[in-house]
């Protein structure tokens, strides 16, 4: 069965930068669309960004486009999740989410996932 791990939260000033990291294993990687998810105290999870198995396409939720870049390394079966300019909103547990899909370039932000990481925390402070 597919394993996720993420990695790199932590606490941070607003405006500042943040990478996390999903690593995958137990899994044909390259055989599966990543999501990235975010849930902060008392509110629901959120899509926040997508990468497709294998062309590279990509889908951001609005409040973090221009500042969000999602990319992936299918050598090392890890999907990064850059996030600069931070703001206070960004604060939650981001987990990355997996998606087997037959199609190079599609992915999704809902949370039909196959499988699904423990979470990273994140803090931004103001």
């Known amino acids: 069965e597919g394993q996720l791990v993420e990695s790199g939260g932590g606490l941070v000033q607003a405006g500042g930068s943040l990478r996390l990291s999903c690593a995958a294993s137990?899994?044909?990687?390259?055989?599966?669309?990543i999501v990235w998810f975010r849930q902060a105290p008392g509110k629901e999870r959120e899509g926040v960004s997508c990468?497709?198995?294998?062309?590279?396409?990509?889908e951001y939720t609005n409040s973090v486009k221009g500042r969000f870049t999602i990319s992936r390394d299918n050598a090392k079966n890890t999907v990064y999740l850059q996030m600069n300019s931070l703001k206070p909103e960004d604060t939650a547990n981001y987990y990355c989410?997996?998606?087997?899909?037959?199609?190079?370039?599609?992915?999704?932000?809902?949370?039909?996932?196959?499988?699904w990481g423990k979470g990273t925390l994140v803090t931004v402070s103001s």
């Open positions: 989410g997996a998606v087997w899909t037959f199609a190079a370039s599609w992915c999704t932000l809902s949370d039909a996932m196959d499988f």
């Open positions: 137990e899994l044909t990687f390259e055989d599966y669309a």
């Open positions: 990468i497709s198995a294998s062309d590279g396409t990509t």
